[in-house]
């Protein structure tokens, strides 16, 4: 299967700074991505979908200026959360598909992002 | 609204013992259904899916699921477990058909003792 790559795989960081996860289709262009979140005993949570070249389409009660995502090529999109809380505290999977309006194409998920916010 | 439970989120089977891992899911439309294995450090990997026709379906390492319509559940099954099966499953609803929008259960971690 084709691979995804997350970097970093895990980060701490301060209360009131700004984070950036990268995913990256390391061997197919991916022209949509997702970007899920899971808290601890629960379920994968769809944050946002995004597709290259035009803004991410988040899903009701996400903060859009929170966790804002970029997927500016074919193989990298990045969700950035800004000015994080420790109720940011979560982990964070990225999946990449390759065509986009092809719904039966299979996405492949990332190894996911551990982030702990101090 | 689709949802997905999976019941039990720790399952603990003997080495050569049957797998069984339950996944009941509410939509309102024919679902696509999928069951994920993560294994620790690692992403989700796909182990099988259901999309139409037939409703038994395999996947890899030895893994099957049904499809029960009348029941709305998804079991995932395994006749033997191997040690190396020990991981956490995921079983996941695309209520609108393809991989857009993922509803995902609460995970079962399956512990496969000796």
């Known amino acids: 299967g084709a691979v995804v790559s997350q970097h970093p795989s895990w980060v701490i960081c301060k209360s009131g700074t700004s984070v950036k996860i990268e995913c990256r289709s390391l061997d197919f262009q991916a022209t949509t991505m997702f970007w899920y979140r899971q808290f601890p005993k629960q379920s994968l949570m769809l944050m946002a979908t995004s597709n290259e070249g035009s803004k991410a389409t988040y899903e009701q009660g996400v903060e859009k200026d929170k966790f804002l995502i970029n997927h500016a090529s074919l193989t990298l999109s990045t969700l950035t959360v800004t000015s994080a809380h420790p109720e940011d505290s979560s982990f964070y999977i990225c999946?990449?598909?390759?065509?986009?309006?092809?719904?039966?194409?299979?996405?492949?998920f990332g190894q996911g992002t551990r982030l702990t916010v101090v | 609204a689709q949802s997905v439970t999976q019941l039990g989120s720790h399952v603990s089977v003997s080495e050569g013992a049957l797998v069984l891992l339950r996944c009941n899911y509410s939509s309102s439309v024919p679902p696509y259904l999928f069951w994920y294995v993560q294994y620790p450090n690692q992403g989700l990997q796909l182990l099988l899916k259901y999309t139409t026709g037939a409703t038994l379906v395999k996947g890899i390492n030895g893994f099957e699921a049904e499809f029960k319509k009348s029941e709305t559940s998804f079991h995932l099954t395994k006749p033997s477990a191997h040690m190396s099966d020990a991981a956490e499953y995921f079983c996941a609803v695309s209520p609108s058909g393809g991989y857009n929008k993922l509803i995902f259960g609460a995970g079962t971690r399956l512990a496969v003792h000796p």
């Open positions: 999946s990449a598909r390759r065509t986009a309006g092809a719904m039966n194409t299979e996405a492949f």
